[in-house]
Nanobody, 123 residues
């Protein structure tokens, strides 16, 4: 089983930036397609970004395209989410997960969810 730990969340002013990190356990990280999701209480979980195994193609939700960038460092078993031009509506708990289909697309079979990291964007 894969264990995921997110970090990097915090409080930031609108227009600012944050970089989230997700560290995966195990020695097979390069074979895993990964995704970032976010969730606000009372709203459906939203796909933010995904990346194919071995630093393949990336995918983004429409609401973050052009502002967020997903990347990975397989030597560190880590996937990142660089968040620029943050908006108040980006406030959410951000989770990383493994796409067991191997594509990192919004329609993937995601599991092995991390605990989440809180991102709060203020005016």
């Amino acid at each position: 089983q894969v264990q995921l730990v997110e970090s990097g969340g915090g409080l930031v002013q609108a227009g600012g930036s944050l970089r989230l990190s997700c560290v995966a356990s195990g020695r097979t990280f390069s074979w895993l397609s990964m995704g970032w999701f976010r969730q606000v209480p009372g709203k459906e979980r939203e796909f933010v970004a995904g990346i194919r195994s071995n630093d393949g193609p990336t995918y983004y939700g429409d609401s973050v395209k052009g502002r967020f960038t997903i990347s990975r460092d397989n030597t560190k078993n880590t996937v990142y989410l660089r968040m620029n031009s943050l908006k108040i509506e980006d406030t959410a708990v951000y989770y990383c997960a493994v796409d067991q289909t191997g594509w990192g697309t919004p329609s993937g079979r995601y599991g092995y969810w991390g605990q989440g990291t809180q991102v709060t964007v203020s005016s």
